[in-house]
């Protein structure tokens, strides 16, 4: 069975830094053409796509957010973790994971987690 | 501010056909496969559409989407009350080497 589970804080205080993670089973990211993306969603608003790791550990950052994203990979374990820095009340979202079965420039997200909800607030 | 463009909001009726339009630029749209994803109310994203107009197999043909340029469609017939939920589409875009969503339209079956 191919699953995704996000898994994190659900409060976090201004300033702090964010982690979270994505555990997957069912398939391997070291199978080559596999990636991983972290997508979150205000409430009430768009989706917005934050970063993604592929099987051979390139890595891509949204280009307003990459200075406090870093997105990393543990096979092993199944694992994928964002971590996101001096997090802020609009950085309030549900928190997705999402799979891809194909890299580059032509990837689709075939499976998504339930989501996480990480609320912003002192 | 997304850089693909949908419309906020569609509606019709039960039975009859709805278009979501996507607009993008050279960067994505014109140059990549766009996805299409469905949003019902509490849930997560769900893939509709992928590489233009491809389904997956469990999703019906009523749903179907196109690529023209810059601008791609994803289009439902039948519809049915249980479509109702939010759309996005998306693609990568190679100025950016970053994956980019449309703001999302909301389907209302009146």
Sequence with gaps: ?122 | QSVLTQPPSVSAAPGQKVTISCSGSRSNIGNNYVSWYQQLPGTAPKLLIYDNNERPSEIPDRFSGSKSGTSATLGITGLQTGDEADYYCGTWDTSLSAWVFGGGTKLTVL
């Design chain 1, 1 to 122: 069975q191919v699953t995704l589970r996000e898994s994190g804080p659900a409060l976090v205080k201004p300033t702090q830094t964010l982690t979270l993670t994505c555990t997957f089973s069912g398939f391997s990211l070291s199978t080559s053409g596999m990636s991983m993306s972290w997508i979150r969603q205000p409430p009430g608003k768009a989706l917005e796509w934050l970063a993604r790791i592929d099987w051979d550990d390139d890595k891509y950052y949204s280009t307003s957010l990459k200075t406090r994203l870093t997105i990393s990979k543990d096979t092993s374990k199944n694992q994928v973790v964002l971590t996101m820095t001096n997090m802020d009340p609009v950085d309030t979202a549900t928190y997705y994971c999402a799979r891809s079965s194909r890299v580059g420039a032509n990837a689709y997200f075939d499976l998504w987690g339930r989501g996480t909800l990480v609320t912003v607030s002192s």
